[in-house]
């Protein structure tokens, strides 16, 4: 993965796209009422934990306004944090 430009999260994670010099957007889904939306960094929280469990993204729905969790893999966090989303890193 070369970085939020044209990247692809893996399967069931968000995708990431950016015109050329313009904000990165993020492809996701609501695993709740089932919308596909595109979400701006400022609308996802990272979390990095010590274990695979422990490490996550989340956003808030924009249709059915549910809080949403999902694990985040290592090229999850790389397509995140490369696009600017805020992430806290706990222990």
Do not use: N, Q, W
Not at 9 to 24: L, N
């Amino acid at each position: 993965m070369s970085g939020p430009r044209g990247a692809h999260g893996t399967a069931g994670g968000p995708h990431a796209r950016s015109a050329p010099g313009g904000p990165v957007t993020f492809k996701a889904a609501c695993p709740d009422c089932r919308a596909r939306f595109e979400l701006d960094a400022g609308a996802l929280r990272l979390v990095i934990g010590g274990s695979r469990r422990t490490t996550f993204y989340s956003f808030t729905c924009p249709a059915c306004a549910a809080a949403v969790r999902k694990p985040a893999g290592e090229r999850i966090v790389e397509l995140l944090t490369g696009g600017g989303v805020s992430t806290l890193r706990s222990i």
